[in-house]
C-alpha cells in the first residue's frame, strides 16, 4: 500500500535570459526562479491497483515517481511505501520495487542481454531457483528466447524495451513504476508491452504505477487515473471520470489541461 | 567482491567486441606516457642531476608513481565520468538498486586501456630499481609495495573527492584535475624538487608526500629513518574524508534531485 | 559580406554558450596557475643545479610558461568539440550537409569560438596575477615593442593553425573506426611537439631544429618564443613566416581531406 500525503518539493532553477549581454552579466549575478515541482499532494495506492499517473510535462510527475521509489527526498510531507519511508531506508526499500524509465537504458551496451540479467540478478542477491523461475516466466511471456544472446546495442527499441522489462522483474518487486515505458515504440511491440502489465498486474498482483503521455496505454491498462498539473493533484478517479463525454480521450485531456490552465 | 568481479568479467567482454579500437587506445595511452618520460629524458640529458636526485632515482619515483595512478584510473575511472552520470540520469538507476553505490559507479567503467601506461610504468621503475643502486632488502621491497598501495588509495580517495564535487557543481570540476592529474603529472619528480611549501601541501592537506617523498627517500638511502615504511599506511586514512565527502554529496543530491 | 556575416553569428553563438560556464572559468584558472607554478617551481630547481645549462634565460622561461597557461586554450590540442566527433559517429552529420554553409569553415569557426571563448575569461586573472608576483616568479613585460607587435599576430596565427590541425582530425574521424584512438595519438604527439611538456630549447639540438620546422611549433612553441624574447631579429620573422606557411598548407590539406570524406558519405547515403 502507498500511502502520500501533504507532500511538498521545491526546486531553484537559474534564470537565464538569451543574448550576448545576458550571458555577460550572468556571468557576476545570476537570479533563480523557485519551481513548486510538488505543492501538497495526496493519494493512497491499495495493493494489487493499476493507476496511471498522467500531467503535462513538467507536471511533476517524475518528482513523485522519485520520491517513491527513494531517490528523491521531499521537503515535507508523509509517504508510506508499505510500510517504508522511501528515502529513509532506500537500500532496502529499493529492493522491493521495479523501475523501468522507458528512455534509458539499464542493460549494458555491448554484452549479450543475459549477461545484463545475470548481473542484475547479482546486484539484487535473487537466490539462484528464484531466478530461474523468473527468468523462464518471463521469457516465456515476453517473448525474449531469441534476444537474450543478442548483443543490446542491437536490438530494436520494441525488443529492447521487452528486455529492459524483464530486467527490472528479475528480483520479483511487489511495486513497479513505469515511467513512459511505450514512448517511441511500435504498433505491435507497444501491445506486447502492455499485454505484459496487464498480465502481471491482474495474475501476480504486481501494483503498477504508471506515467505516459500514450492515452491508449491508460484505457488498456489502468483502473484509475490521477492527473496532476502544476504540481497540484488536480482529479482522482476512473478514467470514464475523465471522460464523461464519450469524446476522444486526447481531445478531452487536451481540455482538460486548459480548463485547469496548466 | 563478488560483484565487482562480475562487472569486471562484463566490462572485459564489451572490450572484446572491439580489438582494433582497444588496441589503438592502448597504443595511445602508451604514447602519452612516452612523451612525458622523454620529457624527464630530455631534462636530465642536459642537467644530470635536480636537488641531488639523479636520473635513475627520478625514473624510479616516476615509476612507482605512474604505476600507483594507472591502478586507481583502472578501478576507479567510473568517477571520472561521473558527472555525465548524474546529466543523463544514470545515477537514479543505481539509486533504486540495492546495493553500495560506489560500488556501482565503480562498476560503470573499467579502464583495460591503462595497461598501456602501466607497462611503461613498469619498464621504467625496474629499469631504474637494477641500475640506481639501491640496496634492495625485504623492508625496502615491502615499503615499495605500501607506496604502490598507499598511492592508488590517494588516487582513488581523490576520484572519489571528484565525484562528490559533481553533487554539488555541474562544472567546473576542471580545478579537481590539479589534485588528479596534476599529482601524477608533477608527481613525477621527488617533491622537495618544488620547494618547502609543496612539500608541505602535499604531506598536510593531501598526503601525497607520505606515499612519495618520504618513504622513496627511506628506500634511496637518503636519510629518512625506518618508520618512513609505515607512512604510506597512514596516507590510505585520506580515504575517510573522501568518502564522508561523498555522503554528504550524495544527500543534497536526494534532496535536490539535481 | 552575407556570407561571412553567417560564420560570425555562428562565432557569437558558440562564444556566448562558452561565456556562459562561469565556474568552469574560474576552475580552470586556479588549475592553469597552480600548473604553471609547479612548472616554474621545477625549472628553477633544474637551474639551481646547473645555470649554464639552461638553454633560456630563467626570465624567459617564466614568461613562457605564464603565457602557455594564460593563453592555454588557444593552442591547447585537446580543445576539441565533441559534438562534432558524436555526429560523425551516428551519423547525424549529414543534417550538417543540409545546411547552406562550407562545412570546412563552420567546423573551423566552431574550433576557433571555442578557443577564445576559453581563454576570454581565463587569459587576464592568470596574467595580472602573474605580473605582480615576487621575482623570479614574475612574468615582466616584453623586452621592446617590436617583438610584443610581432607576438600578438603570431597569437592569433597559434589559434588559427590549431583549430586547422583540428579540422583535419574531425575529418579523419570519417576514414577511421576508432576515433578515440586517433585523437588521442595527435594529442600526445602534438602536446609534447609543441612544447607543452618542456618548451622545445630544453630539447636536444638536433631534435630542437626538426621540430621548429613542423606545424606543432606554430602553435604554441613560436608566440611564446617570440614574447619572451628567446626568438627575435631573423629568428623570430623566419618561426613567424613559418607559421603562415604551415597555416595556409593545413588548410588546404584539410579542405581537401574534407572533400574525400564528404564525398564517401554521400556515396554511402549517409
Known amino acids: 500500500m502507498i500511502q502520500v500525503e501533504h507532500l511538498r518539493k521545491t526546486f531553484r532553477v537559474a534564470k537565464r535570459s538569451a543574448g550576448f549581454g545576458n550571458a555577460v552579466k550572468a556571468l557576476f549575478h545570476r537570479e533563480y526562479d523557485e519551481i513548486h515541482a510538488l505543492d501538497d499532494i495526496f493519494f493512497r495506492i491499495e495493493d494489487g491497483e493499476a493507476v496511471g499517473y498522467i500531467g503535462p510535462n513538467g507536471a511533476g510527475k517524475s518528482s513523485t515517481i522519485k520520491i517513491l521509489s527513494g531517490i528523491l527526498t521531499p521537503d515535507s510531507g508523509t509517504c508510506l511505501v508499505d510500510g517504508r519511508i522511501p528515502w529513509k531506508d532506500r537500500k532496502t526499500h529499493v529492493a522491493k520495487i521495479g523501475v523501468v524509465f522507458g528512455q534509458r537504458s539499464q542493460l549494458w551496451w555491448d554484452v549479450p542481454v543475459i549477461d545484463s540479467f545475470e548481473l542484475i540478478r547479482d546486484i539484487y542477491a535473487v537466490p539462484e531457483s528464484d531466478y530461474k523461475r523468473n527468468l523462464r516466466d518471463l521469457t516465456d511471456l515476453l517473448d525474449l528466447s531469441e534476444l537474450l544472446k543478442t548483443p543490446t546495442r542491437s536490438l530494436s527499441l520494441g525488443q529492447r524495451m521487452r528486455c529492459e522489462i524483464a530486467a527490472s522483474l528479475l528480483h520479483d518487486p511487489r511495486i513497479l513504476f513505469l515511467d513512459e515505458p511505450t514512448i ?5 511491440s507497444k501491445l506486447a508491452v502492455r499485454e505484459f502489465i496487464l498480465d502481471m498486474n491482474r495474475t501476480r498482483g504486481t501494483t503498477v504505477i504508471l506515467t505516459t503521455h500514450d492515452m491508449q496505454d491508460i484505457e488498456a491498462l489502468a483502473q484509475r487515473v490521477i492527473l496532476i498539473g502544476k504540481g497540484r493533484i488536480l482529479l482522482d478517479g476512473t478514467l470514464d471520470d475523465i471522460r464523461r463525454g464519450g469524446e476522444q480521450i486526447d481531445e478531452t485531456l487536451a481540455a482538460l489541461y486548459r480548463q485547469f490552465d496548466i | 567482491m563478488k560483484l565487482y568481479f562480475k562487472y569486471f568479467s562484463i566490462h572485459l567482454k564489451s572490450v572484446m567486441q572491439y580489438k582494433v579500437s582497444f588496441l589503438l587506445t592502448v597504443f595511445s595511452q602508451l604514447m602519452l606516457t612516452v612523451t612525458s618520460f622523454l620529457g624527464i629524458h630530455f631534462m636530465f640529458a642536459r642537467f644530470h642531476t635536480v636537488e641531488g636526485f639523479t636520473y635513475n632515482e627520478v625514473l624510479f619515483c616516476c615509476g612507482v608513481v605512474l604505476l600507483s595512478f594507472c591502478l586507481a584510473e583502472c578501478i576507479a575511472r567510473g568517477f571520472d565520468t561521473f558527472a555525465s552520470m548524474i546529466g543523463n540520469g544514470e545515477f537514479d538507476r543505481i539509486l533504486v538498486r540495492p546495493r553500495n553505490e560506489i560500488l556501482q559507479v565503480l562498476g560503470t567503467r573499467i579502464e583495460f586501456t591503462r595497461v598501456g601506461r602501466m607497462l611503461m610504468g613498469i619498464v621504467m621503475f625496474v629499469y631504474a630499481a637494477n641500475r640506481g643502486g639501491i640496496p634492495w632488502d625485504v623492508p625496502r621491497v615491502i615499503t615499495l609495495l605500501f607506496m604502490i598501495l598507499g598511492g592508488t588509495t590517494i588516487f582513488c580517495g581523490l576520484f572519489l573527492l571528484y565525484a562528490g564535487f559533481c553533487f554539488f557543481t555541474l562544472e567546473g570540476l576542471e580545478f579537481m584535475n590539479i589534485f588528479t592529474d596534476g599529482m601524477y603529472q608533477h608527481g613525477r ?5 618544488y620547494g618547502k611549501r609543496v612539500l608541505q601541501f602535499c604531506t598536510y592537506i593531501i598526503p601525497f608526500s607520505l606515499v612519495q617523498y618520504y618513504p622513496l627517500m627511506y628506500v634511496l638511502g637518503k636519510g629518512g629513518g625506518t618508520y618512513c615504511i609505515f607512512l604510506p599506511l597512514l596516507a590510505m586514512l585520506f580515504l575517510i574524508p573522501c568518502w564522508i565527502f561523498w555522503r554528504v554529496g550524495v544527500r543534497k543530491y536526494t534532496s535536490t534531485g539535481s | 559580406m552575407q556570407k561571412i556575416k553567417k560564420y560570425i ?7 556566448t554558450m562558452g561565456l556562459q560556464y562561469r565556474a568552469a572559468a574560474a576552475a580552470g584558472v586556479a588549475t ?4 604553471g607554478a609547479l612548472h616554474i617551481l621545477a625549472f ?6 646547473d645555470p649554464s645549462a639552461f638553454p633560456m634565460t630563467i626570465e624567459a622561461t617564466v614568461n613562457y610558461i605564464w603565457l602557455q597557461q594564460a593563453f592555454l586554450a588557444i593552442f591547447a590540442p585537446w580543445i576539441t568539440d565533441n559534438d562534432i566527433f558524436e555526429a560523425i559517429r551516428s551519423g547525424s552529420v549529414s543534417y550538417e ?11 573551423f569557426t566552431r574550433n576557433l569560438s571555442l578557443r577564445f571563448s576559453r581563454v576570454v575569461l581565463r587569459c587576464f586573472p592568470i596574467l595580472l596575477v602573474a605580473l605582480f608576483l615576487p621575482d623570479g616568479y614574475r612574468l615582466t613585460l616584453p623586452q621592446d615593442l617590436h617583438s610584443f607587435l610581432l607576438f600578438l599576430p603570431s597569437l592569433f596565427l597559434g589559434a588559427f593553425v590549431a583549430a586547422s590541425l583540428l579540422v583535419i582530425v574531425y575529418a579523419a574521424t570519417f576514414f577511421t573506426l576508432a576515433p578515440q584512438g586517433l585523437r588521442a595519438v595527435v594529442t600526445a604527439a602534438s602536446e609534447f611537439l609543441s612544447g607543452f611538456v618542456i618548451p622545445l630549447p630544453f630539447f636536444p639540438d638536433s631534435l630542437r631544429r626538426i621540430c621548429e620546422a613542423l606545424p606543432f611549433a606554430a602553435i604554441g612553441s613560436t608566440p611564446l618564443r617570440i614574447y619572451s624574447g628567446d626568438l627575435a631579429g631573423q629568428a623570430a620573422y623566419t618561426a613567424f613566416g613559418l607559421q603562415i606557411f604551415w597555416l595556409i598548407a593545413l588548410v588546404l590539406c584539410g579542405q581537401l581531406l574534407m572533400r574525400r570524406a564528404l564525398r564517401n558519405v554521400t556515396l554511402q547515403g549517409g
Open chain 3, 9 to 15: 553569428s555562428f562565432f557569437r553563438l558558440r562564444f
Open chain 3, 44 to 49: 628553477h630547481a633544474f637551474y639551481r643545479t
Open chain 1, 184 to 188: 517511441g515504440l511500435d504498433a505491435v
Open chain 3, 32 to 35: 592553469q596557475f597552480a600548473w
Open chain 3, 97 to 107: 550537409l543540409c545546411r547552406p554553409v562550407s562545412l570546412y569553415t563552420m567546423w
Open chain 2, 189 to 193: 619528480y621527488p617533491l622537495s624538487v
